[in-house]
């Protein structure tokens, strides 16, 4: 399992989180995504933690804790959600309707 931090400061790096984290016990891996068209850090970062024990340690300590001048948010990561694919367009049933009487007519 993995902890969520967010709220963080855009100067972060993966070593600032994992000599924090440190306190609490050992970490295994940080993620620190980054933006994809200016290579600066999203502002969140996943931080993969030894034991559960540790995690639970760190999360305490640090919800709400003011880091680099921001409150963090952390708590424990929660599964990515499978967006799909179009679902936003409803199905998609406005888009096989365009032109539909035109071409029936058309033959």
Same mark, same amino acid.
């Given at each position: 399992?993995?902890?969520?931090? !967010? ?8 070593? #600032? ?18 933006? &994809?068209?200016? !290579? =600066?850090?999203? *502002? ?9 024990? #540790? ?7 640090? #919800? !709400?804790?003011?880091?680099? *001048? &921001?409150?963090? =948010? ?8 499978? &967006?799909?694919?179009?679902? +936003? =367009?409803?199905? *998609? +049933?406005?888009? *096989?309707? =365009?032109?539909? !009487?035109? #071409? &029936?007519?058309?033959?």
């Amino acid at each position: 399992m993995s902890i969520y931090v !967010g709220n963080l400061s855009y100067q972060v790096t993966e070593a #600032d989180l994992k000599q924090a984290f440190a306190e609490y016990g050992t970490v295994g891996r940080v993620q620190l995504p980054t933006d &994809r068209e200016t !290579g =600066r850090p999203r *502002g969140f970062a996943f931080v993969e933690m030894e034991s559960e024990a #540790d995690e639970t340690k760190a999360i305490e300590a640090l #919800d !709400g804790a003011e880091w680099m *001048g &921001r409150d963090l =948010r952390v708590n424990k990561a929660k599964p990515k959600e499978d &967006r799909g694919s179009g679902s +936003s =367009r409803g199905g *998609g +049933s406005s888009w *096989g309707n =365009r032109g539909g !009487g035109e #071409d &029936r007519n058309r033959y």
